[in-house]
């Protein structure tokens, strides 16, 4: 049994029936319309997947219908049927949108045919719709959590670069996310409907990286036994990646200059310039300023791909947005765990507030997936946690030295101002917690938050300064 909504309108009442019950013969859910007027009115009561239409009506002609339907409901199929056809009006059918154009009499296989691709066309079409929701829900910026100022300021920076064709530099150590952030100013970009490719700098050897960024003729070397396409052909139109571009060599640094400024190259062992369209993505871990120093790294090609440099903070220094990330991956790992898991206990989200995250959010990540997989009940407490969250929350975050045994008073040899404001940026600004951790109550840190002219609101402005 066919599956699909049809619409036949015809002013001949005996033929339009006739379809009518012929196309509900092969499963087809089928109305009718003898006019324009009806056929209108029922396309806006319903929707329609495919409208079967005469070109003579009474009222106005099938061409009208044709161009109202693609006007207001454009993912309706339009099939159109004429008496008297010629090549004229079936070009100007299609080009007005026309899925197809049958001369009367038309042959029954044949208009079950034309439904049927007209359907098959409609079901690719919204795949692909569902496809681009998936992918805006996977890579879009609703995909970076965090609330934090410094996560705020690197939101502002992308949805003001994205859509530009500016090259972007992304900063931050290991785990923090910079090939989300990537992903996300390709999504929000109007390249999105393009190639993004990624390449990790640093995984390849400089032989075979120039390779694979520029791809090579047959013989340019041992092993070259085909001519093949680099990556900045296969980005060509869209975005391209380049992850740990701190790596590079000198001589792969001054390719990638002359990309930058001529938007062309040659394959490795060939003469043959190509152009490409590709907007650069970058990012490191490395200080690029001091190898630039050093001479390790090329100052001109820095300037030229550090036009907008986007930091990625690392997790220790957002740790307020630990309970957004943890809730955000329960989620995602309840899903394919088949697991209920609820959240963390307070105890268990303190242990993961106080860790310093070496790993950042790929570590964070790492270990709720672990959690979720081991758990037994639908609250993750802090016992099943890994060992080492264990063994370096015993203090908090910053060193045991520094605040001597725990309290103020042990740790007045350093500027006091400076501990009050390390243990808030430890605690996201928890007061509460704060106190605890400093071995005072929250009346004396109110006080002495005043004395200092400490808030948080003249501290987040300092850092976006």
Not at 67 to 75: C, G, L, T
Not at 172 to 178: I, V, Y
Not at 269 to 294: F, I, P, W, Y
Not at 404 to 417: F, H, I, Q, T, V
Request: proline share 3%; glycine share 6%.
């Amino acid at each position: 049994m066919n599956q699909g909504s049809l619409l036949v309108v015809d002013d001949d009442r005996h033929i339009c029936e006739a379809m009518a019950d012929y196309l509900r013969s092969l499963g087809y859910r089928t109305e009718t319309a003898v006019n324009y007027r009806d056929a209108v009115d029922r396309i806006k009561e319903f929707r329609f997947e495919v409208v079967i239409c005469d070109v003579n009506l009474p009222d106005q002609d099938g061409f009208q219908l044709l161009e109202w339907v693609v006007q207001n409901k454009p993912d309706t199929a339009v099939i159109l049927l004429t008496g008297y056809g010629t090549i004229e009006s079936a070009v100007e059918a299609i080009r007005i949108g026309a899925f197809d154009y049958l001369t009367k009499p038309v042959i029954d296989d044949e208009l079950n045919f034309s439904i049927q691709r007209a359907l098959g066309q409609r079901r690719i079409v919204e795949e692909n719709r569902q496809l681009k929701k998936q992918l805006d829900q996977k890579f879009g910026m609703s995909n970076i959590i965090g609330r934090d100022y410094k996560m705020s300021k690197l939101f502002d920076l992308v949805e003001s670069v994205a859509d530009t064709r500016t090259t972007v530099l992304i900063l931050g150590e290991n785990g923090t996310g910079k090939t989300i952030t990537a992903r996300a100013i390709h999504q929000m970009s109007s390249r999105r409907d393009k190639p993004f490719v990624e390449v990790a700098c640093g995984a390849l050897p400089e032989t075979l990286l120039e390779s694979e960024l520029f791809g090579h003729v047959a013989g340019a070397f041992t092993g070259a036994n085909h001519d093949k396409v680099g990556k900045f052909l296969q980005a060509n139109g869209g975005t391209l990646f380049l992850d740990e571009i701190g790596t590079a060599s000198p001589s792969l640094q001054v390719r990638l200059l002359r990309v930058l400024q001529d938007r062309e190259f040659e394959p490795v062992g060939s003469n043959q310039t190509h152009k490409v369209d590709v907007r650069l993505v970058l990012a490191t871990n490395d200080d690029l300023e001091e190898k630039v120093r050093r001479g390790e790294f090329r100052q001109d090609l820095f300037y030229r791909i550090n036009v907008i440099s986007v930091t990625q903070p690392p997790l220790r220094e957002r740790i307020g947005d630990i309970p957004l990330l943890v809730d955000h991956y329960i989620k995602q790992f309840n899903d394919q765990a088949g697991k209920r898991v609820r959240g963390f206990d307070d105890q268990a989200l303190q242990c993961l507030q106080r860790y310093h995250w070496p790993g950042n959010v790929r570590e964070l990540l790492n270990v709720v997936e672990r959690a979720v997989v081991l758990a037994k009940g639908d609250v993750i407490n802090a016992s099943e946690l890994p060992e080492q969250i264990h063994r370096e929350t015993q203090e908090h975050q910053f060193e045991v030295g520094r605040l001597g045994n725990g309290n103020l008073k042990s740790a007045l040899a350093n500027p006091e101002r400076q501990i009050i404001v390390d243990a808030l940026e430890a605690s996201g600004w928890n007061r509460q917690e704060t106190a605890r951790l400093l071995g005072i109550n929250r009346t004396t840190l109110y006080k002495k938050m005043k004395k200092f002219d400490i808030t948080y609101e003249r501290h987040a402005q300092m850092m976006f300064q």
